[in-house]
């Protein structure tokens, strides 16, 4: 194959743009009296987690926003954990909480996620803002940051419409909203998992790609073709490196437009839960 000048789909611009926004809001919001306050709620010392923890503190400060954080101690209890996200839900300062994830083994992210009521869920995970979606849905949903970022990184480059779209992987925080979220945007999908024979097969008539499995070096130059459309949403540690789910050195010259890791879905998913936020405040507003 051939090399062709891959374009790099750098997620900053468009989170920069997002942030903008989200400044303009906030403002208005704190002029109307109303101080826009977020709870992140982390459960392991994990270095990324709390690498992951301190970026979004450091983009509240820039955006105005309150961010404040819940420690859960190594040794809380289920009932306990959820006994604190419940108070978080009910208490009218919060407007929106962000469950960092994954949870230490100790405790199930189910039960907690079922106590953030649906219009204080930022990150969309809940039953309710999943269901809204695959109904179709959306304006009346938070919907899923990761997979946004994904559809609005490629929406830089096409529209979804009529387009084939390969999504491989069917995780429940990033492949399954992403299905729905891309139907509904009328692309031709495509769900790629494990179980899944002849991969690079079943791809070759795929316009985008969108990964998100957690395996790093999964997609390499065997899998593509030079019109497509790859967005990477994998994240793995490597050798004290972060990599995605696509073979960047060996892909990038063999496609039409690559997603960076780390760069390209990463801060884009940032922004958007801050939007997400914004979303939570308004349907609150309106008593949903």
Do not use: W
């Not at 105005?64 to 954080?69: A, M, Q, R, S």
């Not at 390969?166 to 729905?180: D, E, I, N, Q, S």
Request: hydrophobic share 45%.
């Amino acid at each position: 194959m051939s090399e062709i000048k891959t374009v790099e789909i750098k997620g900053a611009p468009l989170a920069n743009q997002i942030k903008a926004e989200i400044s303009l809001q906030v403002a208005t919001l704190v002029e109307k009296g109303i101080q826009p306050c977020m709870a992140v709620v982390i459960a392991q010392a994990d270095p990324s987690a709390l690498s992951y923890l301190k970026s979004k503190q450091k983009t509240a400060a820039a955006l105005g926003i309150k961010l404040d954080v819940v420690n859960l101690n190594p040794d809380i209890t289920q009932k306990e954990a959820e006994s604190i996200v419940a108070n978080l839900s009910a208490n009218p300062a919060v407007h929106g909480i962000l469950l960092e994830l994954p949870l230490p083994k100790s405790l199930d992210e189910t039960g907690l996620l079922s106590q953030i009521i649906p219009v204080k869920d930022v990150d969309g995970l809940t039953p309710t803002n999943l269901g809204l979606v695959s109904a179709g849905r959306e304006t009346e949903a938070i919907l899923a940051a990761t997979p946004q970022a994904c559809i609005e990184l490629v929406e830089t480059q096409i529209n979804f419409s009529g387009k084939r779209v390969a999504l491989v992987g069917r995780g429940k925080t990033v492949g399954r909203p992403l299905v729905h979220m891309l139907i509904n945007r009328n692309a031709t999908l495509t769900v790629c998992h494990s179980l899944t024979q002849n991969l690079a097969e079943v791809l070759a008539n795929c316009e985008v790609v969108i990964v998100a499995v957690g395996k790093p070096s999964l997609i390499n130059s065997g899998h593509v073709k030079p019109s497509q459309i790859i967005i990477d949403a994998g994240i793995n540690m490597v050798n004290n490196s972060m990599v995605g789910d696509v073979d960047a050195n060996s892909v990038r010259g063999q496609v039409t437009a690559l997603s960076p890791v780390p760069g390209g879905v990463g801060p884009v998913t940032s922004a958007i839960v801050f939007r997400n936020l914004l979303k939570a405040i308004r349907l609150q507003q309106e008593g949903r």
